[in-house]
């Protein structure tokens, strides 16, 4: 597997209202732009489902930042009798994270172009440019059709086209390979022994205990406790549970009480200093007093998959009494009345709930149900 788009970064040279000169400055390898698919997909990376069976005897190389400590991997050597190699050429797998990918990428603001959108746009103003570099700029896009184009011009007064202000960018901004780690990336690209850190988490945790619904109410409720006892044993319930299959439950409570939980006798133990590694994106860095603080967190369960009816629920009763009733003044009094069933999901996020369990919650839950 090869990644073959690249971004071609080229400078216009602006001389007394003509274009003169054009100068390929960068080439950077285009990983994803923006309405792109988001997660592993976006390194055209497709990785098979491990099984126990499947990993059993065999030997492992893992590259950095992994969601996959020591203390879970002897869970795994207990179970299939794996061994970890410092040898990546003599492993039997490769354990890679998107985080370790995403580090290998950087970020760009700027806007992408098409060849044949920059081409068109040529033909039709062509007289904008002298005859030497429409010729070399032509020459050069017709050399790399597939390639995108990040096109710089500068800012003069006496300039009255510009290039840009009249084509449709294909991407706003997007993301592409650091040009130091661009072999690190292609030698991972063309691996065919990888395997995804969480995929051998979910061998790990298939034997672990999935909260039910009581049990992340109980859990809440001791974590608002402000008992720092109680805290410490719904940290450690959360922290040995089956992570997969308990995700949104462990989710909310991470991010929605994140302040409660740092006050935990055990918050620096090894057990969960895991999960805390593990659900890192879930560490809120807004005002719950704003629409964005819940619009974040559940964005963030959409990237990674685990998107609930019930976690939706949860939030948007969050956001009703923490962001609509507070902004409007709601009251027995108030003018204006708005109810909590108002607030629904945008259909185009639909097909990303998951629907396998009895998420619903009951009247009687939502009357002491208070964030």
Request: hydrophobic share 35%.
């Amino acid at each position: 597997m090869t990644n073959s788009i690249n971004v071609r970064q080229i400078r216009l040279t602006d001389n007394n209202g003509l274009y003169s000169g054009v100068k390929e400055e960068e080439i950077r390898e285009f990983l994803s732009g923006e309405n792109s698919n988001s997660g592993i997909n976006q390194f055209n990376i497709i990785l098979p489902e491990p099984t126990l069976a499947s990993i059993k005897d065999k030997s492992f190389y893992r590259y950095p930042k992994l969601t996959l400590p020591r203390m879970k991997v002897d869970l795994l050597k207990e179970k299939a009798n794996i061994t970890i190699t410092r040898s990546k050429d003599t492993a039997d797998y490769k354990i890679i994270s998107e985080r370790y990918l995403n580090s290998l990428s950087d970020y760009s603001w700027s806007k992408l172009y098409t060849t044949e959108s920059i081409l068109e746009e040529l033909n039709n103003n062509s007289n904008n440019f002298t005859h030497d570099c429409i010729t070399e700029f032509k020459s050069l896009l017709n050399a790399y059709p597939d390639d995108y184009w990040d096109i710089k011009q500068g800012w003069y007064y006496n300039s009255v086209y510009r290039l840009t202000d009249n084509l449709e960018c294909a991407y706003h901004n997007y993301k592409y390979i650091k040009e130091s780690d661009v072999s690190t990336f292609n030698e991972i690209l063309n691996s065919n022994n990888l395997l995804l850190d969480t995929q051998l988490n979910t061998i790990i945790y298939e034997d672990m205990h999935v909260l039910t619904k009581e049990e992340y109410l109980n859990a809440r409720n001791m974590i608002k406790s402000d008992d720092k006892e109680n805290t410490a044993l719904a940290l450690e319930l959360l922290s040995n549970c089956n992570l997969n299959e308990s995700f949104d439950y462990v989710a909310l409570l991470f991010y929605f009480y994140h302040d409660h939980l740092k006050e935990a006798r055990n918050w620096n133990s090894i057990n969960v200093k895991t999960l805390r590694n593990t659900m890192s994106d879930f560490v809120a860095n807004s005002n719950a007093s704003y629409g964005y603080y819940y619009n974040n967190f559940l964005q963030k369960l959409i990237h990674h998959d685990k998107l609930t009816e019930f976690a939706f629920k949860e939030v948007a009763r969050y956001a009703f009494h923490n962001v609509v009733k507070r902004s409007l003044g709601l009251s027995d009094e108030s003018v204006f009345t708005v109810n909590l069933d108002a607030i629904k999901i945008n259909p185009k996020y639909k097909d990303k709930i998951k629907s396998n369990q009895d998420f619903f919650i009951t009247d009687l839950e939502k009357a002491v149900a208070k964030f």
